[in-house]
């Protein structure tokens, strides 16, 4: 994948990261489970679909791809999400399924 595509990974993930979060946004999901399936939607719903409809088409269509993508190459991505600071106890698990959750989220089933 080229590098360019996995950056853009960064436009996603950026929504979750205590650096880019409002206070009152990161005290919302701070005490929620991110590798509980239902928790982790919950904070995909709450805090990255809300900056997602903001984007407008062009952009949300490049981050469907983006996402298409890095889903078909996780060791690449696991780069990005070591860049993102996340206001939670502990590191997300499963990656990929966090992804797919995103995903599904944004724009329904893969």
């Known amino acids: 994948m080229a590098k360019a595509k996995i950056e853009m990974l960064i436009s996603i993930l950026k929504y979750i990261d205590i650096d880019y979060m409002s206070e009152e946004e990161c005290n919302s999901i ?3 489970d991110v590798n509980n399936t239902e928790q982790q939607k919950q904070i995909i719903r709450t805090i990255i679909v809300p900056g997602f409809k ?3 088409n062009t952009s949300q269509e490049r981050l469907k791809e983006v996402l298409k993508l890095c889903l ?3 060791e690449s991505v696991n780069v990005i999400f070591e860049r993102v600071s996340m206001p ?3 590191d997300i ?3 990929k399924a966090f992804l797919e959750n995103i995903y599904e989220e944004l724009f329904g089933k893969l």
């Open 93 to 95: 698990e499963d990656k």
């Open 30 to 32: 701070y005490f929620l």
């Open 54 to 56: 903001e984007l407008n």
């Open 88 to 90: 939670f106890e502990n």
């Open 72 to 74: 078909q190459d996780m």
